[in-house]
């Protein structure tokens, strides 16, 4: 009896544990489809960029002239294995999961065609595509993936110092667009610091939403 008591227990632990994984994944999805969404139909529609590495993509591109499909490759392995390192085997998976489902969803996006169209105020787009961006990336990282390099780079910055994670976007955002006024107007950046400040202040909300909850369960 005891033995049959301690096998259903294994059991119920493995399908909990099963169940976990399969909501975390699908939190992950849903993040990567919102995160494709805003970025095709909010900022490459209306011009206005990112920082991280896909601003550094840019910015490689334009002063370098080093494709970004070649650069991101590097940057992004090189980053992710660097987070692997911090928070293991299940990280790097979910990450990958992350990564190809938002290429996926945005190759989708392009094919459809805008869904959103281009709005008049600046304001309001960029509004838009922080919290498009915020929601996306928060809902991937808050269950244990990064939808890229830099966000893998901004969990390990977060956790070996004493920055939040939001913190830790911004300044890497501001920093690459910074850079990027080489060949961007003062006014596109603008606009762009706005949008990467929005966005990482709802990335900080969401990951840190409720966590002291959910420590103590």
């Known amino acids: 009896m005891y033995i049959i008591l ?9 399908f ?44 490689l591109k334009n002063l370098f002239n080093i494709e970004p499909s070649i650069a991101n490759l590097i940057i992004d392995t090189a980053l992710l294995i660097m987070a692997y390192k911090f928070f293991g085997k299940q990280f ?15 190759e989708v996006f392009e094919s459809i065609g805008p869904l959103i169209p281009v709005l008049n105020s600046k304001f309001i787009v960029t509004i838009l595509s922080g919290l498009f961006v915020g929601v996306g990336v928060g809902i991937i990282i808050r269950n244990g993936a990064a939808a890229g390099g830099d966000d893998a780079l901004a969990m390990v910055i977060s956790k070996i110092t ?56």
């Open 16 to 59: 909990v544990e099963k169940r976990t994984h399969a909501k975390h994944i699908i939190l992950i999805l849903l993040g990567s489809l919102i995160l494709s969404f805003g970025i095709y139909n909010l900022n490459y529609q209306n011009n206005i960029t990112e920082g991280g590495v896909l601003g550094l993509l840019l910015l």
């Open 162 to 217: 004493s920055l939040n994670i939001g913190n830790v976007y911004l300044i890497g955002d501001v920093a690459v667009l910074m850079l990027s006024l080489t060949y961007l107007s003062a006014y596109d950046i603008f606009w762009s610091l706005i949008a990467v400040n929005i966005s990482g202040r709802t990335i900080d909300f969401i990951y840190n939403f409720n966590k002291s909850k959910l420590v103590k369960i």
């Open 92 to 106: 790097l998976i979910y990450s990958i999961i992350a990564t190809f489902s938002f290429s996926t969803f945005y």
């Open 6 to 14: 301690v096998n259903q227990k294994e059991k119920d632990g493995i």
